[in-house]
Structures are given as structure tokens and as C-alpha cells.
């Protein structure tokens, strides 16, 4: 099998062209909406091509400012493109013959249909979907820097990003301390309007937002899991209707 493998190298090459393939386009999620479009933007302007961005139909404003900069770097009109809009604005940019490749970021099911609909009309497609973050307490780890690290990006962004840590694994002699200082962590965290100051963690998208997020921990309690931290249906003062969701920590989920 080694001299096979060793033939079959020989004769293999491996190459890249970076070429321009025309006009391309990136659907940007709400929870990333500036980063996102920046994974994209230099290197697709670097190799010849001209760019769009949908931002996410929820958060219209902040793409909005960028291309206000955008627009002080003097780039001929045309080149950096800016479209807002929701659903019909999505399946533009998929059917449009003019636009050659399409990038986007989102949930399972939407990046599914971005890729199935980009690729029906042959165009390059890339769709980048949900994710799920395990981290892994080990029995030697030091207890409080691994708090501040899960802490920040558990309820980071409202837990709203597919880079937040949304299940722990502790090994051995680190179960205790840690699940009492993240328990600890999750209750003094200030959740409220984010302009507000001191406010650590901010509302989540929307009103079903919150309500999908309050079943699913529900689904856990129903999974025989222990609600160390319930957040559910806690209100802050003068925001009593907001779409507010208070840090949760639950143990001892079942292993499926």
C-alpha cells in the first residue's frame, strides 16, 4: 500500500488560480453583522471582483454607517454594494444571473436553502451553518480563569452566536467548583438595555426569540436536567415588555 501511495503522489498536482469571477454577494446574520462581511469584502475586492452585502433585515443600521466609510475610501461606484431588504432581497441576490458567487452565514435550515437555490442557478456557493461549541473543564484547570473564558462567551452576544459555549464537559475533581462559580458568574450578570452602562448582557433579537429560548430550557427540565440558575421569566425594571433572557445553568443533562 506504501509504494501505491508513494506512485500515486508522484503523479498528483495541487494548484490554486485566483481569478475574478465577476460580481459576488454575502447574506450576513444579525449576530455577526460586521464581521461577517469583512471575512469577505478585502479578498474579494483583492482578486478582481466586484461586492454586495445584505445585512440581516433586523439590524439594519450598523452596515449602514460602515459604508458611510466605506464610501470616504473612494472606491468607483458599483465596486462595494450595499442592499438591504429580508426574504425577497435573499432570493434576488440567488437568482440574479448577474451575481456569480454567494457566501452567507445562518442557521441550518437557511443555509441549506441559500446553497440548494445558488447552486440550482450556477452560481459558487458557500453556506456556513449552526454550531455547536463543547469546552472541556479538566480536573487540573484553573477554576476562575475558566469561568471568566465560558462566562464571556456563554452569555456573550446573549448566547446569540454560533462561537458561544452553550454545553460544558468537567472532568473528575472540577465539576464542583466550577459548576458553583459559573452558577455564581451567570447570577451576577447584568442583563438589560444595552446602552444602559454596566449592562453585561443585552436582549435577545426578539419577542419569540425569547420564548424559543425559554422552551428549550424547559426541554431540558423535561430531560430530567437540574436547573442550577433559572433565569426564566425574570424581568429588569422599566424594560418589564423587552425580549429580555437572564443567564440559565443547567447539570446534569442526559447523555443522547
Known sequence: MGNVLEDVAGVIDEFTICQPVGLVATIAPFNCLDMIPFWYLPYALAYGNTYNVKPSER?????????????????????????????????????????????????????KQVYSRASLNGKRGQAQDGAKNPTIILSDADTDMATRIVADSAFGCAGQRCLSTSLVFTVGKAEVPFTRAISEAALSRVTGFGLDEGVQMRPVISFPAKICNEALIAKGVAERAEVVVDGRGTTVKGYESGSLVHPNVLIGLPRQ
Open 59 to 111: 439590524v439594519p443600521l450598523t452596515i449602514q454607517k460602515i459604508f458611510e466609510l466605506i464610501e470616504q475610501c473612494g472606491f468607483p461606484a458599483g465596486v462595494v454594494n450595499m442592499l438591504q431588504g429580508g426574504v425577497d432581497a435573499v432570493n434576488d441576490i440567488l437568482d440574479h444571473p448577474i451575481i456569480r458567487g454567494v457566501t452567507c452565514v445562518g442557521s441550518t435550515n437557511i443555509a
